[in-house]
């Protein structure tokens, strides 16, 4: 998390929420009440929602797709939530969300919209929570949220509450590349249950690669133990993968439970041709060339 300068009376705060990838996620168990135990290697990229936050005497939450507004928005959950856990009953907000992530896509885009409202209320109604409280109040909103407030490249276990810093991802490129599918996070779950898939058990061997920095070696660890249940009864992904790799993609993978494929890429050039290709044969994909970052979110003083 990053702030220009300490920021106080505040009429307008424009943050910037950063989706992001799961550059190896294995599913260990299942608990006694129903989520699952996970090993998630998580990787910040530059794609961002804009979150516009301004004082009102309600709370109100808009957005640039129709269908998240208000109630429907997880934004609107996170300030219910906050105001009710720290007794602001009288505080509200305007909350503007301009979307560039895709809904429901596998990048966290409503997660980060959560994190970077909580890092937004938390400054304008001058709370003063610290970053783990802040972490402790996201995991009721949502499993991704510890994660998208802190960003950067961690591992993240259990539920997604236990976060560990790992060793930064080198100077590479990626490319996101969203098909019009609809995907199912909890139906994918169930059908993995179903299958009784075994854990990739592959997290040490990823974490050893990531510390060396040989984009080579990172290509052949990454892993998503969810991608054979998504992909069954989608060939569109394989053949994303495919064509990803044969326009030089170094390595190419399923992000969260899906749709949208990243490809790893040494460089902006391959980066750059590997788009070229998606987008040539197909116009109704979301393409877009991004970078890793280091943060979750970004408050931009305004």
Avoid at 95 to 116: C, E, F, H, R
Wanted: hydrophobic share 45%; net charge negative.
């Amino acid at each position: 998390m990053r702030t220009n300068a300490p920021i106080a009376q505040q009429c307008m705060l424009s943050i910037k929420a950063f989706a992001k990838i799961n550059l190896y996620l294995d599913v260990i168990s299942r608990y006694p009440d129903g989520y699952h135990q996970l090993e998630s290697i998580m990787q910040s990229v530059s794609l961002f929602d804009l979150i516009k936050i301004t004082p009102s005497k309600e709370i109100s939450v808009t957005c640039t797709e129709k269908n998240l507004c208000q109630e429907s928005n997880l934004a609107f959950k996170v300030a219910e939530l906050l105001r009710e856990l720290t007794g602001k009953d009288s505080l509200g907000a305007t909350i503007n969300i301009i979307k560039n992530i895709p809904v429901a896509a596998g990048l966290a885009g409503g997660s980060a919209d959560a994190a970077a409202t909580l890092i937004g209320l938390n400054i304008l109604w001058d709370l003063g929570l610290s970053l783990a409280e802040l972490q402790e109040i996201g995991i009721k909103i949502g499993a991704d949220v510890p994660f998208c407030l802190a960003g950067g490249t961690m591992l993240a276990e259990g539920r997604g509450e236990r976060l560990i810093r790992l060793t930064p991802m080198p100077q590479v490129e990626f490319v996101l590349i969203t098909p019009p599918l609809h995907v199912s996070t909890a139906e994918v779950y169930k059908l993995l249950d179903q299958k009784a898939l075994p854990p990739m058990n592959r997290k040490d061997q990823f974490i050893a690669s990531l510390s060396r920095g040989v984009v080579g070696e990172i290509a052949r660890s990454l892993g998503n133990l969810l991608e054979a249940v998504t992909i069954a009864d989608r060939p569109i992904i394989t053949k994303i993968k495919e064509m990803a790799i044969e326009a030089g993609g170094a390595a190419a993978l399923m992000t969260g439970s899906g749709p949208t494929v990243f490809v790893l890429c040494q460089d902006k050039d391959l980066a750059d041709k590997v788009a070229n290709t998606i987008r040539s044969y197909d116009q109704s994909f979301f393409v877009e060339v991004v970078r890793p970052v280091n943060q979750g979110v970004e408050v931009i003083q305004t």
